[in-house]
Structures are given as C-alpha cells and as structure tokens.
C-alpha cells in the first residue's frame, strides 16, 4: 500500500480507509463523503452493467461499505469517516507510483532496474536497452493502458487514473494486467 491512512491485513477480507487530520501533498486527507458513496455507486454500476467481466486483466478494487459519525445536524464529521476496500491477491504487485522511485542505494528508480533485468534475459549489451525498453513498455501499453481505453469504448467508463491508483500485476519483470483502486 502506498497510503498512511490505509490499514491492511493480506488475509482479511477488507482494507481499512480513514480520513486523516495531517497534511499530505497539498491537503487534509478527509474522506469526503462524496467520495465514499461514488465508492458505492461505482460496484453498483460495473456489477449491473457486467462491467467487472470485461477483461481478465483488469480489476477495480470495490469499496462497498463505509461509516462516520453523525453532527447533530445528520450530517457526517468528515474526520471519522472509514471505508472498507476489497482486498485482493498482492503476490505480483507493484504500484505504478513505485515504478518512478528512485532506490537511495543504487540512484536508479524501480522501472530502469526492472528493464536492466530484462536486458539481462535478452542477453543484449550493457548501455543498450532500446529493446528491453521497447518490450516493456508495449507490454505496459497493451496490458494496462488498452485495458483502461477498452473499458471507455466497449462500456463508456472513463476512469481517473493516475500513478497512485493503479496498481499493476507483474510477470518476469513486466506489466500483465492492472489492479484499479480510487
């Protein structure tokens, strides 16, 4: 997992999501509301729509169910809010985001290492990785980003993506498929 605010258990059932009353990036991490319930209506819309069955690359991680306390007023205090995440099988997994950081050891980030391995398989020379680079990141576009661009034209579901919420299922150093989370 990528978040502070995130608790995760790999044999439960559910992640645990919570709003957080620090400063990360540029805001609060609250969990609005709003947010919560696009959760919801998001399971509701793919699982009615047989949307989840579309691709066997490709899973959205639901958030079914969440809690907060209420003011007075009914409405929610933003800064209890928790939500539930599916979990799912990690083994294999890498988040995007990881793929940009750098390693304080070696100076080169993950995605460069990944490649150099790959390299190393195609037995090519040292300082010449065009196709070691070539291969993964057609592998990246075929498995992950066509995934996310058959979604909007065979259902019409466009999906913010972006380097922390996509989590991609690895193979011998490349991208097979995609684990969606938001």
């Not at 399971?43 to 007075?72: C, G, I, M, R």
């Not at 680079?133 to 579901?157: M, Q």
Request: with cysteine.
């Amino acid at each position: 997992l990528s978040s502070l605010r995130s608790l995760y258990s790999k044999d439960a059932p559910y992640l645990v999501k919570y709003s957080m009353d620090v400063k990360l990036t540029n805001s609060i991490r609250h969990l609005q509301p709003e947010e919560a319930i696009r959760g919801m209506q998001m399971e509701t819309v793919f699982k009615n729509e047989k949307v989840d069955e579309f691709s066997q690359k490709f899973e959205v991680l639901y958030e079914p169910f969440y809690v907060a306390l209420k003011n007075n007023d009914g409405s929610a205090i933003i800064e209890s809010t928790i939500q539930l995440r599916e979990n799912f099988a990690s083994d294999n997994c890498l988040l995007l985001a990881t793929l940009a950081e750098e390693n304080p050891y070696t100076g080169k980030s993950h995605l460069a290492t990944l490649v150099e391995e790959n390299a190393k398989k195609l037995k090519l020379e040292t300082g010449n990785f065009f196709l070691a680079r070539k291969n993964w990141f057609s592998a990246f576009l075929e498995n992950v980003v066509g995934e996310f661009i058959k979604l909007s034209e065979e259902h019409g579901v466009l999906l913010g993506a972006h380097m922390q919420n996509i989590i991609l299922r690895m193979k011998d150093g490349l991208p097979i498929g995609a684990v969606y989370r938001d």
